[in-house]
């Protein structure tokens, strides 16, 4: 695995959101492809696992917004997930895409030389069994030099795979910025922070920079937006249109 320190000397300041969803049905190949195909490095997807503990790449516990199925995933075996049509639902352009697996995307993440932001999405009391099984198949097949950081917004997760793969970088996730985010960031070993656009005020970037921490920024889809929060001294943006900030940003 990649370092710490290499992953952030490494990281872009546009980071594609789920691949590059709003271009590419989310969280599917296709849209790890298109996060390519237009020049982003590194992207964020979300892994969750199947009812046989196979980790899979999907945002919701519930497969009915991204699929042509219905149901909880956690409930479903891999086979019944590699059913569904993952890409119709953005457009018929994508009809057939499928729910891929952790190792599908890992696959074609080194294929294409993306870094990643793997977010664990576990649903609420499949946190331990979701991050072993996340934990397990990176260290069989994850390559040793493909950036990589794991982010949550659930803390169990965060902590169980600090133990299981401390080497791997963390990022803390949540949507307004704790007050206590310093003692929280130390605490779980996190180096970075990653929040949601609304919430994130320029006195907080300082203090968190100032801190010693790395600081994401999501889901941003203005490029003027970003250019203020990038100005503000926040690390990367999180973004459904790397190709919106590319045009517009003097990168
Ligand atoms: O990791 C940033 C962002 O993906 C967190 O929110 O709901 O899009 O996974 P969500
Ligand atoms: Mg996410």
Redesign the pocket.
């Known amino acids: 695995m990649i370092t710490e320190e290499d992953f952030f000397s490494r990281m872009p300041k546009i980071i594609g959101?789920?691949g590059a969803c709003g271009l590419a049905p989310e969280n599917t190949l296709a849209s790890l492809r298109k996060a390519a195909e237009i020049g982003t490095r590194f992207v964020?997807i979300?892994v969750t696992v199947t009812q046989d503990s196979v980790a899979v790449i999907q945002?919701d516990n519930d497969v009915r917004r991204c699929s042509n199925g219905s149901g909880p995933i956690l409930l479903k075996t891999l086979k019944e997930v590699q059913q569904l049509d993952a890409g119709s639902w953005f457009s018929d352009d994508f009809k057939g895409e499928k729910i891929p697996t952790l190792r599908q995307a890992t696959d074609t993440l080194a294929e294409l030389n993306l870094g990643l932001?793997l977010?664990i999405?576990p649903c609420s009391g499949w946190q331990i069994p979701t991050t072993e099984q996340v934990a397990k198949e990176l260290l069989d097949y994850w390559p040793e030099d493909l950036p990589l950081l794991i982010?949550s917004?659930n803390v169990d997760s965060l902590y169980e795979m600090g133990r299981l793969i401390p080497d791997i970088p963390r990022g803390y996730?949540t949507s307004a910025i704790p007050p206590d985010w310093e003692e929280r960031l130390t605490d779980s070993a996190c180096a970075s922070l990653?929040c949601e656009r609304y919430y994130v005020t320029e006195d907080q970037v300082k203090a968190i920079k100032k801190a010693g921490f790395r600081l994401?920024v999501?889901?941003v889809n203005d490029p003027k937006e970003a250019e203020k929060f990038l100005g503000w001294g926040v690390d990367a943006v999180?973004t459904d249109f790397p190709d919106r900030m590319f045009a517009a940003l003097d990168l």
């Open positions: 959101h789920r964020e979300d945002h932001n977010e999405k982010s917004f996730l990653h994401l999501y889901t999180i």
